[in-house]
């Protein structure tokens, strides 16, 4: 229903910026509540930046201040500005997203949700 294509990843010194999309295609009707996610090498998937339908944003206290979760809607895209960054933002980004699909059945169209992952991108700061 969704297919989610990550990019601007990189490699980048401690203090410089990336600018990380979600752009999300296929047949659905709405993007719901976006997230951002990062995996380390040897750790555990954690969140770092979500969004919702309504544009309230929240953030991991470890990335508060330095990064920015934004969508445009139009284009189906999820943006994550990511400045000030250190060595321990070394990770693989992904995108999470849920969508609404609708399903049509004879009593009517029903909207359904589901959620998807990106592939993820690699991000990598060098001290």
């Known amino acids: 229903q969704v297919q989610l294509v990550e990019s601007g990843g990189g490699l980048v010194q401690a203090g410089g910026s990336l600018r990380l999309s979600c752009v999300a295609s296929g047949r659905f009707v709405s993007i719901n509540h976006v997230d951002w996610y990062r995996q380390a090498p040897g750790k555990q998937r954690e969140l770092v930046a979500s969004i919702t339908s309504g544009g309230s944003t929240s953030y991991a206290e470890s990335v508060n201040g330095r990064f920015t979760i934004s969508r445009d809607n139009a284009e189906n895209t999820v943006y994550l500005q990511m400045n000030s960054l250190k060595p321990e933002d070394t990770a693989i980004y992904y995108c999470?997203?849920?969508?609404?699909?609708?399903?049509?059945?004879?009593?009517?169209?029903?909207?359904?949700?589901?959620?998807?992952w990106g592939q993820g991108t690699q991000v990598t700061v060098s001290s």
């Open positions: 999470h997203v849920v969508i609404t699909t609708q399903h049509l059945a004879f009593i009517g169209v029903t909207s359904v949700y589901s959620d998807h």
